[in-house]
């Protein structure tokens, strides 16, 4: 399977539709093609959003031998509209099974595949690889949750999204038409994928599990590691025998920086058999984050915290227990990450408050007239009634609040806690009512108050 950002390397190619549009979609320009499908740029007007359609052509659905089987890729795109909700999978917002050109609509990602960087001369900066490798196997991980298996993962189906320095800032997995559907109890195809990145068992037409997915995450690493897949062979059968019998050559021996742990890590990805790879996509995520966290890793150019060393922060903070991982990617993204020295106050009484704090390292001291009245530590809130205040005067602080171990906090505003998903707001609010009533329990007990509260 082919994705539209692979055809836009091969340049803008001419409108040829009459109408101008595609369904309610106002088209903009032609993306590319490959031989099944045309990819265009369109304006969804109704949504005020820019967006992605493929639309299967007539041609290849007519085709006597190959037709059912591109309508099936088309049927396994289709049944996944409005289903993941993931900042690191492409959102598939609708498909049209039109009689002759079926389509989906799909969100539009400007920047290029993971394939760009594939070429030795366009290589990533290692660290850069491996946090890829940790978003993507989150991502997969969130995939594998709904029932479902990719099967086809390779650089050209991970889209990167580059920033007008030309960085890669993050990636979104795509390309849908050759999903596992282990919910589905329709007739499914197997033995699809592309060959460089097939795990043996795919080969073989068995029904996978995530850890054919995990093989083909591997071998995305392998290349962008170094510049080339694990196997590469002149033809089909010389690249399957290599795939079954053969090692891929050791890693650190081809790039500078890797070392063993590198090495043993994408390696244990691509073991032959099933049972010797990560178990499941947490345990490959964390190895990959480990390599990381114990600087087994140059950090070139990422010299700031990584996102996955965030994400995996804010899993370890009691404030965060009831998020999963979707609204834990949003808090990362969302938040203001700052620290502070010891003797910074955060507060100060009678300030209107505008922000609040989730402590995240470190410790602050809470003082009322002068008293001090609490300690909070890593894993509470500070200031939360500048969110949860129904008026400016409940805002105002009636305590001073000073940082006494240098602190790490996660901050929001009221407004872009609106900007979070309702889901992932919800989840603030119980959080919240938690600290609360913990607060609440401890107040009682420290006035030897006989009920207490649970």
């Not at 244990?268 to 964390?286: M, S």
């Not at 087994?296 to 965030?310: F, I, K, N, T």
């Not at 502070?340 to 995240?360: C, D, K, W």
Request: aromatic letters at 8%; hydrophobic letters at 40%; glycine letters at 6%.
């Amino acid at each position: 399977m082919q994705t539209w950002q692979q055809w836009v390397s091969m340049g803008d190619l001419d409108i040829d539709l009459n109408t101008g549009l595609i369904g309610k979609y106002r088209i903009i320009k032609k993306l590319g093609e490959g031989a099944t499908s045309e990819v265009y740029l369109c304006r969804d007007d109704f949504h005020d959003r820019d967006v992605a359609i493929k639309r299967v052509r007539s041609s290849a659905l007519s085709d006597a031998v190959d037709g059912p089987v591109y309508a099936r890729f088309f049927a396994a795109e289709a049944a996944l509209v409005g289903r993941l909700q993931h900042p690191n999978v492409v959102h598939i917002y609708d498909a049209v099974p039109d009689p002759s050109s079926p389509y989906v609509v799909m969100e539009y990602v400007p920047g290029t595949t993971l394939r760009t960087f594939c070429r030795p001369d366009q290589l990533l900066p290692l660290e850069l690889v491996v946090e890829i490798g940790f978003k993507c196997a989150m991502a997969l991980g969130y995939v594998y949750r709904q029932g479902l298996i990719h099967r086809d993962v390779k650089p050209a189906n991970i889209l990167a999204l580059v920033n007008d320095a030309g960085a890669v800032t993050d990636v979104k997995i795509s390309d849908f038409g050759s999903v596992l559907n282990l919910t589905a109890e329709s007739t499914q195809i197997h033995q699809v994928g592309s060959l460089a990145y097939m795990a043996p068992e795919q080969l073989d037409g068995e029904v996978p599990d995530c850890r054919a997915d995990i093989y083909g995450l591997g071998a995305v690493l392998y290349h962008l590691i170094a510049g080339r897949p694990p196997f590469e062979a002149s033809s089909q059968a010389v690249l399957m025998n290599q795939i079954y019998n053969h090692e891929p050559a050791p890693l650190s021996g081809q790039r500078s920086g890797v070392n063993a742990a590198v090495d043993q890590v994408v390696l244990k990805a691509l073991a032959k058999d099933p049972k010797e790879r990560y178990p499941n996509w947490d345990a490959f995520a964390q190895a990959l984050s480990g390599l990381i966290a114990d600087h087994q890793v140059p950090r070139g150019h990422l010299q700031g915290v990584l996102d996955s060393e965030r994400f995996n922060l804010l899993r370890s903070l009691d404030f965060f227990t009831q998020f999963g991982d979707v609204e834990l990617w949003e808090v990362v993204h969302r938040a203001k990450w700052q620290r502070f020295p010891f003797g910074h106050a955060l507060y100060r009484r009678g300030e209107e408050g505008r922000t609040f704090h989730i402590m995240a390292q470190g410790t602050v001291e809470v003082y009322r007239d002068n008293k001090r009245v609490a300690l909070l530590g890593a894993g509470t809130s500070v200031g939360e009634m500048a969110y949860l205040a129904p008026s400016p005067d409940l805002r105002r602080h009636s305590t001073d609040v000073v940082v006494t171990e240098p602190a790490t906090t996660i901050s929001f505003t009221p407004d872009v806690m609106m900007q979070l998903s309702p889901a992932c707001r919800h989840l603030f609010d119980e959080a919240f009512i938690r600290v609360l009533v913990r607060r609440l329990h401890a107040a009682h007990e420290a006035l030897a108050h006989p009920r207490r509260i649970m």
